[in-house]
Structures are given as C-alpha cells and as structure tokens.
C-alpha cells in the first residue's frame, strides 16, 4: 500500500530498502564516531580544581570560550561522566544544564535548567508540575516563605503560582520585583547546594537573551555557597560583555579552547577510523591527512569528515547490520570525490548528499527556524490535500515516515532530537549545524517559505500553552509577519510583551512592543492604547527618555481622539514624571494639573491620589516646602483610605524627604521609620534599602557621620542581598559624601571610586555624573585641585547630556570653587564667576529656590574674597543682594543651618 502526501511518496520499507537506508546513513559508522578526549588535559584540571573548591563549600565560575565544534560539550560531558564514576567516598554532585535556544527567549536558559531540576516532563499536567515543584522547594527550604519562591520560580517556568503578600506588595513595581526574583532564585540554590554540591551547566550563551544573561550575571557576581557554574560560548560573548572573565572576579576562571595540534588531531582521526582494516595503513593514513587538513584541529570537522567519506564512498560497510563496525576503504574514491575545502564547501556537500524526501522535510525545517516540531512537518505537508472521506485516525502512515527520515537524519547529524519538547505531544529538534539550515533556506524561493510560513503559524496558534508564554507568541508572530499576516503578527507581538513585562523582562517586552505596534497601522485602537502605555513604561525603565515621551504622547493623542479621560489622565501623569525626571519642572507641573482634573473628572481615586502625590514631589524639588507638605500630606491620607500598604509607605518615605529638606529632622525621622517599618512588614526590600538610605543621610544632615555610614552600610547589604547594581552605586556616592564630610577625603576618594566604575559598567549616566562630582569635592578637600577639576568637568558634560538641570547647576556651582580655589589667574578668576551665574540662571529658571540659595550664598563669598572683586564695588553690592536673598529664601523655607552650605541636591525620591 502507497499512501499519497502532496509530492511525496511514502511506502513501507522493505529488509532491502532498509539495508541501503542503513548504508546510506553509515549507520554503523556511527556506533564508532566518538574518540577519546585529547589534547584537553589542563582544561580539565581547571574543571577538577574548581569542583574541589566548591566541595569545601566555596562557589566557583568556569567559562568555556571556544568557536563552533572545538569541543566545548564535549569537555563538559567529559566532566560531568568523570564525577559519576567516582561516587564511591564522595557526595554526589547535582548536575543541572540550560541551554539558550534563540534570543526571542527571555529567561529559557533557566527554564530548562529548572525543568530537569524539579523533574517536569514533556507533557506533565500543569497542576501536577506545580504541585511537585511546591513539593520540592519545600522540602529545600523546610517550609520557609515557600509561596514566594514558587511564586518567583513559577515565573521562570511558566507556571503561574498564586500570589502570597509579599509578591502582591510588589505587583505594580516592575523594577522591584524583577530584583526581588533574583534574590529569591538566589536563595533558592544556595539552599539547594546544602545538601550536595550543585553543578550548573549554562551552554550556547551568545545565544542567550539580555535578560537571561543579566540574571545569571547576578548569580556570577553574588551566589555563594557549594556551587560550580559551568559557561559556555563562542567568542562573540565577549563582545557583547567584554567585562565577561571580571564578573565574579577571583573566583571565575576563562579558558579558551584552541585547535587541536596535529599530533592530537591525527591520533583522533586515527581513532575514528579504528573501524578501517590495518589503522596503520597508508590507506588510512591518507585519509587522515585529507581530513587534517581539511579541519585545522577542529574536532567535529574530523568527526564530520568521517560522515562525508561514507557519504562520497569511499568508505563503505562491509555489513551494515553487524553489531561491530567493519569499513572497507575505496582509496580509488578519494581522488576523484570532491572533498571541501572550507566548512561551507563541507555542509554543500552533506546538503548534496541528501535525497529528495530528506531534503523537502528539512527545507520545512528551515521555515520553522533554529527549532522545529515534528507535529508541524504533518501541517506542512498537508496544506494542499484535501480530507479524506472518512478521516481514520488509526492510519499514520506519514506521521510514521516522517519519524522513520528524522530518525535517519539524527543518526547521520543533521538534526538533535530535544529531550522535552516546547508543545506536548510532539517531538522537537534543532540543525546540529546552524549554516546548513541557512543554506537549506537560501535555496527556497521567497513565495515558497511565504507559504510554508503562514502554515506553520497556523499549526502553532492551536498548540497547547501558545497564548501563555512569550517566546511562543515570538516565534508565532515572526512566522504570521513572514507569513503576510502583518496584522495579526503585530497583535501576537503586542501579546508577548505584555507578557514580558508582566515577568519583568523590560528588555524583551521593548522589543516586542516596538517589533508589533508599526505592523498594527492606524488599526486596534484599543490594544494600541495599552500597549503604547507599556512600551512608554519600559521604555522608561531602560532610561530611554525621548522615546518614552514619544510613546506616552502617542498614547494621549489616540485617548484624546476616542474621549478616554482616565487613559489621557495616566498619559499627562507619565509625562509629567519624565518632564521631572530630567529638570523641566514647569512642563511637569502643567502635565500634573491635567492628569489630575481628568482623573477627577472621571472619579478616579487612586489616579487622583498618585498625581497628588506627584505634585507634592514637584514642588518638593522646587524647594516649595510648604506647598509640597501639604500635598503629599493629601496624598498621604488618600492612599491610607484606598488601604494600599506599599503606596503608603511610599507617601511617607516622599513626606520625609520633604521634612529633611525643610530642618524638622525629628518628623522627616519618623516618617523614614514609619516607611521601614511598613516595607519590612511587607517584605519591599527595593524600599527598605530606599529607607535606610535616607536615614543616613538625614544622620549625615545632623553631623552623625558614623551613624549614616552604619545606615549606608545596612543599604549596601541589602541592595547586594537583592542584586540592586544601580542602587548599590548611589548608596557608594552618599558613603564617599560622608567620608569627606567627616574629614576622610582619601577613604571618600576610595569609595567614590568603586561608585564610578559600577557605574560606568552599569551605562548610568546620571550616576557616574553624582560620582565624579563627590570625587572632584573630594579632590579638592586633599587638596589635588587638578584632579577635582577634571572630575567635575567630566560631571557637568554628562548631567548635561541626561538634561538632568537640578544637577547640572549643582555641579557647575562646585566646578566654579573649584576653579576659584585653584588660583590660576585672571582668565580662572572669570570662568569661575561665569560657572557660579550659569548655576543661578538654571536654578532660576527651574524654580529651584533651596539651591539657587545655595549658589547665592557660595557665589557671594567668592565676591568678597577673591582679590580681584574685593575692591569693585559693583561686585560687592551684587553680593550683598545675593546673601540678602539667600537668607530670605532660607528663613521662608525654614531650611536649618546645616543644610544651608550643603553641596549634594536632595535625594530624587522613588
């Protein structure tokens, strides 16, 4: 019996048929492709002396660098088979691997890694999945805060975990939360690793997504306890992190794998040709050469040239059935075969190679991307056959034939079979060799793949758990956009980020919202609206400041259009934060009062509650006091009827902003406390270290320098506890601040120093701006005014490039003593007085009045003390006036004495 599919043909195979099949693949070749590790002794050492550190209960990073088919698996697998053999008298490791499948993937490197941790199979009811993963986090964690950690976990593996108080506390706060799933994945292994050393296998991460790769950034730089983590990439890593082999710093060990040399490379050829009579032959030896030459130490090109000799004749079984593997060599072959030249002479070759119905299922293959299903092969192959009368399910002839040929292509490696799959039910693979898929692809024609595109799409919209997992809804959207669905491409991609972002993927859910929303057009109005919304959000998270602008502007003009007053109320509010953000106080303000009557006009309490809060902020940074007060103390009392914790403890953390600014120490100190005190309860550890941070800088305030750096210090833990990088650095600028308050200008420098490179690192502009203007004051207290200098400089051209004003005149008014102090001359003694009026003017014009005081007070006393004023008279009644006006602002504002001559702008609150 034939049964018909499209073009194809498939039968059942014959013992004769199956005997060719057998040949042509060299399937006995294969039981002797593999050869003994060489030329990789001291890598292994390094392997081994690393696991012995980490059984003394010390954690240990080796990263693998080595380009395609140099043999990093290898190495690994070799590893890891050595540790079970020597069980006896040892504990047994725990080994777990992830691997990165494409860059659409935002945490998939943990999810496989987690996947083989809890033991969840291909197909596992999901409430059955989750009630084993509850299981075994309680068993690590002996019943400790378990709703947390499945929660965060669940996130990762795509199980959706009920909610417990703290995971509630911190729905709304993206950033928090993505930090708190670090720290709690974080514990989680380092509890894991109690019971037996772990070993953590992350494969392919030049193909990891950003996000991946920064939370196992975190885990490199922070885990402890009995862990090895295992990295392996092609070099192009480290061109995407070039600080790659400093993360982890001692600990972390970088090797990269080389070529083989010809004595190794030849004895493993001579291995893999041990099937060939006589191994010490000429014949054998010339087929060694060939290969050697071909693959330039490269051990799966030797392995590969095995396959192409059996591909090309000239090596043939002597009986393809046997158990043992005898070869004859056809030398006479070998000069006439068109051997390659070059690796992609050798994928042509293997391509060539194939028949007519491998080479069709593969070029489906190609269509579906770097993973395919063997579900979607059946899709694909049916899309122009009609149904059958009577559709008999029991008949599965092409499903089993398509199942017989991959069968045959993994023997012969052209494809891996995955051992889980992403749908249930199916099978998936991956091209062992990424450039033969390319090469399969680059010979279809554009309406072919078109067509083979919008099938795929189709089979995929119906396969289980597609509409709950972002990297589905990716790869489907991709295929509906190749497919000419432009449309509903764009939805699916809006879909994904909303996923994205909803686990905290800020990186991920930008792209997917700027891939969907220019596919939409002028269409889905609605989805249009909640996704510019989000993408403004990310956006903003990510410090892309203009673009954010631009989505949330968008945003009103599509709420406006439709008369949404609530949706047009968020839009002015998010403006208005960014218009603060950066210093344009006056364009926040107007956004402010806009957001606020549309709220209310549409009785929207917590939107009224939060912009009056916003405004209490505004005016807080306006040096506004009085005013600010009475907002945020509306605000305050609002959030406390809505019953919102965490939003109340943000009120209070602003009020006490606010009171330390204007000299009520006492109530600005109750506030904090009253505000630690709720984000303890509620686990914010994002607020607590918010918290301690302005408690310390109120004791800075007071002179109390060994208080605030005790405070300082408790916020370091915490934010390196939670993997707070970029709080970490602001929390080392206020630490230098204190240090030469006190009079340690050289432990301050010190400090100040380890702020600036992390932020350099992290890319925070503002914050290595903050930095270098603590170290120029620095500098110049020890007296190095060269330096300060070139410090402050350098911080005055990035708080102007982030067009953050409020710390642009702050740093022009230190760049103007500094340059005062230096005594340099006339044409110093101008740029000074210059530097001083361009801080005045920006103070002015962003309302500002604490420190255009400030600048008032420093730029008077540099009038009547530099000997070229003190004579001018015009100069000294301009100082005057500027005291006069100083002291009026500062008694109005009731700010205390030592505020006064302060030099940093207060804190920016949450």
Not at 684 to 711: K, M, P
């Amino acid at each position: 019996m034939v049964f018909h599919i499209g073009k194809l043909q498939w039968g059942h195979p014959t013992r004769d048929a199956l005997r060719m099949s057998v040949q042509k693949a060299g399937l006995g070749s294969l039981l002797h492709t593999r050869a003994s590790l060489l030329g990789r002794g001291h890598e292994m050492g390094v392997l081994e002396e690393a696991l012995t550190q980490v059984r003394e209960g010390n954690t240990r990073i080796v990263t693998l660098l080595g380009g395609a088919g140099i043999g990093k698996t290898r190495l690994i697998q070799d590893f890891i088979l050595r540790q079970r053999e020597r069980r006896a008298g040892m504990t047994p490791v725990k080994v777990f691997r992830g691997s990165s499948r494409d860059l659409t993937t935002s945490y998939g490197l943990f999810a496989r890694l987690l996947r083989a941790r809890f033991g969840l199979v291909e197909g596992m009811d999901p409430e059955q999945a989750k009630q084993q993963v509850r299981a075994q986090v309680a068993k690590v964690l002996e019943d400790r805060k378990v709703g947390d950690v499945v929660y965060f976990l669940g996130q990762l593996l795509d199980l959706p975990f009920p909610e417990s108080p703290l995971t509630r506390a911190v729905r709304d706060d993206a950033n928090q939360a993505d930090l708190l799933r670090r720290a709690v994945f974080k514990s989680f292994i380092e509890a894991d690793a109690h019971s037996a050393p772990l070993v953590l296998v992350f494969d392919d991460l030049q193909h990891a997504h950003e996000d991946s790769l920064e939370l196992l950034r975190y885990l490199l730089e922070y885990l402890t306890g009995g862990v090895l983590l295992i990295c392996s990439a092609r070099p192009e890593l480290l061109v995407r992190y070039e600080d790659w082999d400093r993360v982890g710093e001692d600990r972390h060990d970088l090797i990269e794998l080389m070529a083989l040399d010809d004595d190794d490379a030849s004895d493993m050829m001579g291995e893999l040709l041990a099937p060939c009579p006589d191994p010490d032959s000429e014949a054998v030896q010339k087929l060694v050469d060939a290969a050697c030459a071909f693959a330039g130490g490269n051990p799966a090109m030797l392995e590969q040239m095995v396959r192409i000799y059996h591909d090309v004749g000239v090596l043939t079984e002597e009986d393809p059935l046997s158990d043992e593997p005898r070869w004859t060599i056809n030398l006479e072959r070998l000069s006439s075969a068109q051997l390659p030249l070059t690796i992609d002479d050798a994928g042509s070759a293997r391509i060539a190679a194939l028949d007519t119905e491998e080479r069709r299922l593969l070029e489906y293959a190609a269509v579906m991307g770097s993973i395919f299903w063997r579900g979607g092969f059946i899709a694909m192959m049916r899309a122009d056959e009609e149904a059958p009368d009577f559709w008999d399910p029991t008949l599965e002839e092409d499903d089993e034939k398509v199942a017989e040929i991959l069968g045959d292509l993994v023997d012969r490696d052209y494809i891996l079979r995955l051992p889980d799959s992403t749908f249930p039910g199916t099978e998936e693979y991956i091209f062992k060799h990424n450039k033969e898929r390319v090469a399969i692809e680059q010979r279809m024609s554009a309406a072919m793949k078109t067509r083979h595109h919008r099938t795929i799409a189709d089979w995929m919209e119906h396969q289980a758990n597609i509409h709950s997992n972002e990297e589905y809804l990716a790869m489907l959207a991709n295929h509906r956009e190749r497919g000419g669905e432009p449309y509903q491409a764009g939805l699916t991609f809006l879909h994904a980020g909303n996923l994205a972002r909803a686990r905290y993927a800020h990186a991920s859910a930008s792209e997917y919202y700027e891939r969907g929303l220019p596919l939409l057009g002028e269409g889905a109005v609605a989805q249009r609206l909640e996704a510019l919304h989000n993408y403004g959000d990310v956006l903003q998270l990510n410090g892309r400041v203009d673009d954010a602008l631009a989505a949330f502007g968008e945003m009103l003009t599509l709420a406006y259009r439709l008369d949404l007053r609530g949706k047009g109320g968020a839009a002015h509010n998010r403006i208005g934060r960014l218009y603060r953000e950066i210093g344009s106080l006056e364009e926040a303000s107007q956004h402010f009062e806009t957001a606020l009557s549309l709220f209310e006009s549409t009785k929207d309490a917590r939107g009224v509650a939060s912009t009056i809060d916003d405004v209490g902020k505004l005016h807080w940074m306006k040096g506004e006091y009085d005013l600010a007060l009475r907002k945020l103390r509306n605000g305050l009392e609002r959030r406390q009827a809505l019953g919102d914790r965490r939003s109340i403890a943000v009120s209070l953390n602003n009020l006490g902003l606010v009171l330390k600014d204007s000299g009520d120490f006492s109530q600005a100190l109750a506030a904090f406390n009253e505000s630690l005190a709720i984000r303890r309860e509620i686990g914010d550890l994002v607020g607590v270290v918010l918290s301690l941070t302005h408690l310390g800088s109120v004791a800075q305030s007071l002179n109390e320098i060994d208080r605030a750096l005790q405070l300082y210090e408790e916020a370091r833990e915490t934010a390196k506890e939670i993997g707070d990088r970029n709080r970490l650095a602001l929390i080392l600028t206020q630490m230098g601040e204190a240090l030469y308050t006190g009079g340690h200008p050289q432990k301050a420098i010190d400090v100040l120093r380890q702020a600036e490179e992390l932020c350099d690192e992290l890319g925070d502009k503002l914050g290595l701006a903050e930095a270098l203007r603590g170290l120029g004051k620095a500098y110049m207290l020890q007296g190095d005014l060269a330096r300060a200098r070139d410090c402050i400089g350098r911080a005055v051209d990035l708080f102007a490039s982030v067009r953050s004003k409020v710390m642009l005149g702050a740093a022009l008014r230190t760049l103007g003593e500094i340059t005062a102090a230096g005594g340099w001359g006339a044409a110093h003694t101008k740029s000074a007085r210059e530097y001083y009026a361009r801080s005045v003017a920006i103070f002015e014009q962003t309302g500002n009045e604490v420190e255009l005081a400030r600048t008032y007070k420093v730029y008077a006393r540099f009038l009547q003390t530099e000997p070229e004023y003190t004579d001018d008279d015009a100069a000294q009644d301009e100082a005057k006036q500027m005291q006069g006006r100083a002291e009026e602002i500062f008694s109005r504002l009731r700010v205390s004495a030592a505020e006064r001559s302060g030099q940093q702008p207060a804190v920016k609150a949450p």
